[in-house]
């Protein structure tokens, strides 16, 4: 299983972690299966993980509050599992950082489309890697989900982090605003460019309360938003 796509599957359900197991083997995966919050949470700090799949009801506690402590590390895409299909919970769970919300029971076709889906979505954007890396002014934590400016740690909502993330990965390229919303959104559809614009807006505030004089984010008039290859390293 070297160089699969590892998902790790917090689930107590064994018969629900033996579908979910098979089908992700099938699809071209690395799965592996926790049945509690706390073997789940122990896993992800020894290795490095594409995905988790996590259950709502943990016999431990809840996948909510599990996916809070997730978030405190990594930018790691959660897909919540939940026998519960009310837009409270599907909001909360969206809101405290999950990437797509499934509701038992569900066809393991559909778990792995969705799998699938949200790592082409997060591809580039928010998946982890090992310590922090640099971009000129930029330095991005993925293990920590904080962004640096010039030394100093930004104050960042959960898609301004993917949104500046995603920007100076790729400095000089000119992205519009379709492609930063597939990019950094979990619903694209139900974006529009002014959500991406305000996003920028208040991006480049906090990046000028850090540096007044500079402005790393440049507009494209008619076409998009790209980072700057100044705030970028030679050869980055």
């Not at 594409?50 to 709502?56: C, E, F, G, M, T």
């Not at 492609?179 to 139900?190: F, G, H, K, T």
């Not at 920028?200 to 990046?207: D, G």
């Not at 440049?218 to 980055?236: C, I, K, M, N, V």
Request: hydrophobic fraction near 45%; proline fraction near 6%.
């Amino acid at each position: 299983m070297e160089g699969l796509p590892r998902i790790l599957i917090v689930e107590d359900e064994p018969a629900i972690a033996d579908t979910l197991l098979y089908a992700l083997k099938t699809e071209g995966f690395a799965p592996e299966w926790c049945a509690t919050g706390r073997a789940g949470l122990a896993a992800l700090a020894a290795k490095p993980f594409a995905l988790v799949v996590l259950d709502v009801g943990l016999p431990d506690g809840s996948g909510f509050d599990v996916c809070k402590q997730i978030r405190t590390r990594l930018a790691v895409p959660v897909l919540f599992l939940t026998a519960r299909n009310t837009e409270l919970d599907r909001v909360l769970g969206l809101e405290l950082g999950g990437d797509d919300y499934l509701v038992k029971p569900f066809s393991p076709r559909e778990l792995t489309a969705r799998v699938k889906a949200i790592l082409r979505r997060t591809n580039g954007a928010v998946t982890p890697a090992p310590g922090a890396v640099g971009h000129g002014d930029i330095v991005v934590d993925d293990e920590r989900c904080v962004v640096r400016y010039r030394g100093v740690a930004l104050d960042l909502t959960r898609y301004e982090f993917r949104l500046l993330r995603f920007l100076a990965a790729s400095p000089g390229r000119v992205f519009s605003r379709e492609q930063l919303m597939r990019a950094v959104w979990e619903d694209p559809a139900a974006s529009l460019d002014r959500t991406v614009d305000a996003h920028v807006k208040t991006l480049r505030s906090k990046l000028r309360a850090v540096a007044p004089g500079a402005d790393p984010i440049r507009t494209h008039r008619g076409l998009g938003y790209s980072f700057s290859e100044d705030a970028a390293p030679a050869g980055a």
